[in-house]
């Protein structure tokens, strides 16, 4: 018995979570329904669905299916897909999960079976595709993000399956199962399944002894790992180090993974802290690579160490302004040429090592100003540097 195959839905309407995307008239649904679907990619957290909505999709259209994975496709599958529909009335379905680990080689194959639209190309993957993407690719498709489920859409999909399969499980390992299981309906199935294969009734305790740690988060009964996190991320920002520790403690003693806290520390780094100290940076990304080879028990230590460092830094959100208002205005309909000059093989392109380090010349169509300095920490020492570089400053000030 496979829980998680049996009940894996087969129609729109059957699927858990998604309401942004699935709704009555929601974009994707419309999509579908009109048989006007482009070919897209989904990205979203395990167990969100990626899979069984390409699967929906496929018979909803009435399109041959076939499943691949980046990591094992091979170029030449996908000519003879291509080659054996190549007058066929129906065009296939073509499945590919982890596309972020699709080469630039085979996105090239895909592109002119895109352009052509000799099959509708799918690919899923729990990492944001878009950087992974020629833009040629990305010119071709849609990008649509899926969302963790939330606990109402997982405790009614666990009901379906209990009430089906006649189990009898008791409030607080109904609750167990939901919250452990992080929105991943996977996962929760898995997990079920696994606690009755040795048990029947299944108890709380089974359950834990199968699962000791919550899938990807430090969830507890009162708060989800997501306010956990929060709160870490908040009380570094407000430099109290004491209370980002006490939150740090709880993610850990939650099961939170290491790598999940160093992410999110580094961000902080750059976000938060950024130029006034561009140290954090660095040691925020140590952080990251040592976490990853040394896993718990001994990376709550890295975490501290970085937590206390974060929390003790000066800090200042200048660069996350700047890029927040250089993406706005592109997004505005601000998208100019590059200056001739500027361009590769230009012949009046001014070198500024060939005037000393600096020379008067434009790098954009027209004036732009996206980046504020707030003058804290380091980021003073940087503005003095453009200063001296422009000759505004005769001199570098003193330490």
Not at 31 to 59: M, N, Q, V, W
Not at 124 to 141: K, L
Not at 177 to 194: C, F, H, P, Y
Not at 240 to 267: C, N, Q, S, V
């Amino acid at each position: 018995m496979n829980l998680a195959l049996k009940y894996r839905p087969k129609t729109i309407d059957e699927m858990v979570g998604q309401k942004h995307l699935l709704d009555e008239g929601a974009p994707l649904r419309r999509l579908i329904e009109t048989e006007s679907l482009p070919h897209c990619f989904f990205y979203g957290p395990p167990g969100s669905g990626k899979t069984t909505l390409a699967r929906i999709i496929a018979a909803t259209l009435d399109k041959p299916f076939y499943e691949m994975n980046a990591t094992t496709l091979k170029v030449e599958e996908l000519r003879k897909i291509f080659k054996t529909y190549t007058n066929a009335l129906q065009k296939p379905l073509i499945f590919i999960d982890e596309v972020h680990r699709l080469s630039k080689n085979q996105q090239e194959v895909l592109l002119p079976f895109m352009e052509n639209n000799s099959a509708l190309i799918i690919g899923a993957s729990t990492e944001n595709p878009y950087y992974s993407m020629t833009a040629a690719m990305r010119s071709r498709s849609h990008l649509f993000e899926l969302e963790s489920l939330d606990e109402q859409a997982m405790q009614a999909y666990l009901e379906h399956v209990l009430r089906s399969e006649g189990i009898e499980v008791d409030e607080e390992s109904r609750s167990f199962l939901v919250s452990s299981s992080s929105g991943d309906a996977r996962a929760m199935l898995n997990l079920l399944e696994s606690g009755i294969a040795i048990e029947d009734p299944l108890r709380l305790e089974t359950l834990r002894q199968i699962r000791p740690y919550a899938m990807q988060a430090g969830s507890s009964e009162d708060e989800s790992h997501y306010e956990l996190t929060s709160a870490m991320i908040k009380s570094i920002r407000g430099s109290d180090i004491d209370a980002g520790l006490y939150y740090l403690a709880r993610l850990i003693e939650g099961g939170e993974p290491a790598e999940f806290i160093a992410r999110r520390l580094a961000i902080l780094a750059s976000e938060d802290i950024g130029n006034a100290n561009p140290n954090a940076l660095n040691l925020a990304s140590s952080a990251l690579s040592i976490v990853k080879h040394i896993g718990y028990p001994e990376a709550r230590i890295t975490l501290s160490q970085l937590l206390i460092y974060l929390a003790s830094s000066p800090k200042s959100n200048s660069a996350y302004l700047a890029i927040n208002q250089a993406q706005k205005a592109i997004r505005e309909g601000e998208v100019l040429r590059v200056p001739a000059h500027i361009r590769t093989n230009a012949k009046n392109y001014r070198y500024p090592h060939d005037f000393g380090g600096w020379v008067e010349q434009s790098y954009l169509e027209k004036a732009l100003s996206f980046y504020e300095s707030r003058g804290i920490g380091f980021e003073k020492n940087l503005s003095e540097w453009r200063k001296k570089i422009k000759g505004d400053l005769r001199e570098l000030p003193g330490p």
